[in-house]
């Protein structure tokens, strides 16, 4: 796998996340109120993961050559 196909990966995830995210958003408009500090906890941790992905494919497509 090149760092290019592995880059493009890490993208896929991330583009992943934010589907997951906008979900969750939506859900959160109807949610009961016990229910919205949990909800938004997870929110904060898809967006971190979102984010993490998106650093990572950036370094890999930085990068030339075979894995």
């Known amino acids: 796998m090149t760092y290019k196909e592995w880059s493009e990966e890490y993208y896929k995830s991330a583009e992943a996340m934010t589907e997951?995210?906008?979900?969750?958003k939506m859900e959160m408009k109807t949610a009961p109120a016990e229910m919205l500090r949990d909800m938004g906890h997870k929110l904060n941790i898809l967006r971190e993961m979102r984010w993490d992905c998106l650093t990572t494919a950036r370094l890999l497509a930085s990068r030339k050559g075979e894995c």
Not at 20 to 24: N, P, S, V
């Open 20 to 24: 997951r995210i906008e979900k969750l």
